[in-house]
């Protein structure tokens, strides 16, 4: 690797890893089937935090419509949403395994104001 390369990929390490989040972001919080229940089916997170059901049990999460919370999407991670406001949203969840696969789950997400 030629010099100049070499301080060109040292630069971009150097800033990589000075990076810091926004003031107050909260890293993605991965809940589990488990976590969930055991919380009472309670989230709390700040403004700004990414929510991930990270467990293959979770069968579907959904808030009602016009209740400003974000849309869930899938990805291979599991479902996921990003909370941008300070709220209380209410929403649904259902599994597949383990506990009543055909009832519905209660839960709220709590979004803090994220403190600067």
Do not use: C
């Not at 003031?23 to 055991?38: C, D, E, I, N, W």
């Not at 599991?78 to 009543?100: D, E, K």
């Amino acid at each position: 690797m030629t010099r100049v390369g070499l301080i060109g990929m040292l630069i971009v390490v150097v800033a990589f890893t000075m990076w810091v989040p926004p003031a107050g972001a909260q890293q993605p919080v991965r809940m589990t089937v488990q976590q969930l229940f055991k919380s009472n089916h309670q989230i709390e997170v700040v403004a700004g935090t990414e929510v991930v059901w990270a467990d293959p049990h979770f069968d579907r999460v959904w808030f009602p419509a016009g209740s400003g919370a974000p849309r869930v999407e899938r990805s291979s991670e599991g479902l996921h949403a990003i909370f941008s406001r300070p709220g209380t949203y209410r929403g649904s969840f259902t599994v597949v395994a383990g506990h009543g696969t055909n009832e519905v789950y209660e839960m709220t997400v709590t979004v803090r104001k994220a403190s600067n």
